[in-house]
DNA sequence: TCATAGCAGAATGGATCCAATTTGACGTCT
DNA sequence: AGACGTCAAATTGGATCCATTCTGCTATGA
C-alpha cells in the first residue's frame, strides 16, 4: 500500500463490484472510514470519485448511495463503448499499426486460438482469456492515438463493466459461456484483418458491434433489486423496515 | 454561492480558460487556497477534479501543472464528440420525439434563423448563437435518453470546449465567423429533419460532421507555432510570440 | 387524536495540525 | 573542478477539530 489514497479507492470499488455494497445501500464517511481503518479525508475524495464515475449518487446532506444500474442504463453504456472504440479502431486503420502493435494483437489473437482450441472451457480460461481480451482493447485504443476516446470510456469503464463483468460470466453454463466467447474472438480476428489492411470503415463497424458481446442479452437483466435503504455499519442486522 | 466547493471548481476553471492561470504554469495548494481565501481542504478536491477533466496534470509530489492542450488532442477530442452526438442523434431518431422536444429543438431553429436573416452578425448575436447552440445539442443529449453519452461527454466538456468555444469566436473576421455559423446552423436543421423523420443513419452522420464545425479548421492551428493553444481574452495583445 | 414546534442526534463541509517525502542547494572531499 | 552527501525548505497526504445543517423524534397544545 504505497498510496493508501488509491488504495481506499480501489477497496470501495471492489467492494461495489463484489456487492459487499449492495446497490441501494447508503454510505456515510463515518463508518466506512472506521471499516477500513483511515481517517475521513481519503474517504471524502475517494467518494467524490465514485460519484464522478457513477457508481455512487449523492444524497444531499445525507451522504452517498450506491447507485442501482439498470438494464437500460447498461444497454446504453455498452453502445457508447462501441462507437468509441469504433472510432478508436477506424483512427487505428487510419493510421496504421507499429510493429510492435501488430505484434501485440497478433499475440493476443494466438493465445485465444489455444485457449478455444480444445472446444471446451474451463472457468479458469475465463479469467485468462478475460484478461486476454483487456489487453486487446487497450492496444486497439492505443494504436488510436487519441487519449480523448481513453478519457470519455474511462467514465464507463467501472459502471458498465464492473457490473457487468462481474454479472457477465455464467458459470453454470460453461458451454454457453464458450460459444459467447468464441465468437467474440472472432470478431477480434476481423478487427485485427481489418485495422492491418488499413480498412477503417470495416473496422469500425465490427468493433461497433462487437461491444454488444460484452453482454448476456437478455440473461443478463434478471436480477431484481433491493429497494430498501440501509446504512451501512456494525448493526447490520437492524435493517427491519423501520 | 452556495456551495463554495463548487465554486472553487468553477473558480480554477475559469482562471485556466481565462488565461490568468497559463499552460505549464504550476499550481500549488497553499498559495491557491490563500488567493481564494479559503482552505487546502476545497482546494485540494478541486484539483483532484480538475485533474479528471484533464485541465490539471499531476507532478509526483510537488503539486499540479496547468496542462497544455496540443492541436492533435484537440481534434482527436472533436472527433470524440462527433461519434457521441452522432449516436446521441441516432437514438433520438429511433426513440421518436416528444412533443416538447420537438417543440424545443424548432424554437431552436427558429431563432437561429432570426439571427442569421440579417445576413450580418454582431458579436452579441455570436453570444446569443453560442448558446442557442449549447441548447440545441444539449436538447439532442437529451432525446437520445441514453445518460452514459453525457457522462462520456462530460470529461470533453472543459478540455477542448473551454479552449475552442473561447478560441474560436474570431472577433476580427465576424464576416468569417458568420459563414461559420451560418453553415453549422443548417447542419442544426438537417439534422432535425433526419431525426425527425426517424432517419437514423443520417441523423447521426450529420451530427459526426457537424462536430467539426466547432473548429476553425486549419485557422485554428495556425496561431500557435509552438502547438500550443492560447486562450484569446482581453489581453490579446499580450500573446507574443516568446 | 392529530398537527406543529422544538430539540437532540448525526452527517457533511471546511479549517488546521502533524507526518512523510522530495527537491534543490550548499559545502566538502577527491 | 566535479561529484557526492547532507541538510533545510517546501509541498502533499492524512488526521482531527469545529461549524452548519438536515432529519427524525418527542412533547405539548388544540
Given at each position: 500500500m504505497t498510496k493508501p489514497g488509491q488504495h481506499v479507492l480501489s477497496t470501495l470499488r471492489q467492494m461495489i463490484a463484489s456487492g459487499e455494497l449492495q446497490a441501494g445501500?447508503?454510505?456515510?464517511?463515518?463508518?466506512?472510514?472506521?471499516?477500513?481503518?483511515?481517517?475521513?479525508?481519503?474517504?471524502?475524495?475517494?467518494?467524490?470519485?465514485?460519484?464522478?464515475?457513477?457508481?455512487?449518487?449523492?444524497?444531499?446532506?445525507?451522504?452517498?448511495?450506491?447507485?442501482?444500474?439498470?438494464?437500460?442504463?447498461?444497454?446504453?453504456?455498452?453502445?457508447?463503448?462501441?462507437?468509441?472504440?469504433?472510432?478508436?479502431?477506424?483512427?487505428?486503420?487510419?493510421?496504421?499499426?507499429?510493429?510492435?502493435?501488430?505484434?501485440?494483437?497478433?499475440?493476443?489473437?494466438?493465445q485465444g486460438d489455444a485457449l478455444f482450441a480444445t472446444g471446451s472451457i474451463t472457468e479458469l480460461d475465463l479469467e485468462e482469456y478475460h484478461s486476454l481480451n483487456q489487453r486487446f482493447h487497450t492496444l486497439i485504443l492505443e494504436a488510436s492515438k487519441n487519449p480523448a476516446i481513453v478519457s470519455a470510456l474511462s467514465r464507463n469503464?467501472?459502471?458498465?463493466?464492473?457490473?457487468?463483468?462481474?454479472?457477465?460470466?455464467?458459470?453454470?453454463?460453461?458451454?454457453?459461456?464458450?460459444?459467447?466467447f468464441n465468437f467474440a474472438h472472432m470478431q477480434h480476428h476481423a478487427a485485427f484483418d481489418a485495422i492491418d489492411c488499413g480498412q477503417g470503415a470495416r473496422a469500425e463497424a465490427i468493433m461497433r458491434e462487437h461491444a454488444n458481446a460484452t453482454l448476456r442479452y437478455a440473461d443478463l437483466f434478471s436480477q431484481a433489486p433491493d429497494n430498501s435503504i440501509r446504512v451501512i455499519g456494525q448493526d447490520s442486522e437492524n435493517k427491519t423496515g423501520k
Open positions: 445501500e447508503r454510505v456515510a464517511e463515518i463508518p466506512t472510514a472506521e471499516r477500513l481503518g483511515v481517517s475521513r479525508t481519503p474517504v471524502r475524495i475517494a467518494f467524490r470519485a465514485l460519484e464522478q464515475e457513477g457508481l455512487l449518487e449523492k444524497l444531499e446532506r445525507r451522504g452517498y448511495r450506491v447507485r442501482e444500474v439498470s438494464a437500460e442504463e447498461i444497454s446504453g453504456a455498452v453502445e457508447v463503448r462501441g462507437v468509441l472504440e469504433g472510432l478508436a479502431a477506424r483512427q487505428a486503420a487510419e493510421n496504421g499499426l507499429s510493429d510492435e502493435q501488430r505484434q501485440g494483437l497478433r499475440e493476443c489473437l494466438a469503464e467501472h459502471l458498465p463493466f464492473a457490473s457487468v463483468n462481474a454479472l457477465a460470466i455464467d458459470r453454470n453454463h460453461l458451454d454457453q459461456e464458450y460459444r459467447r
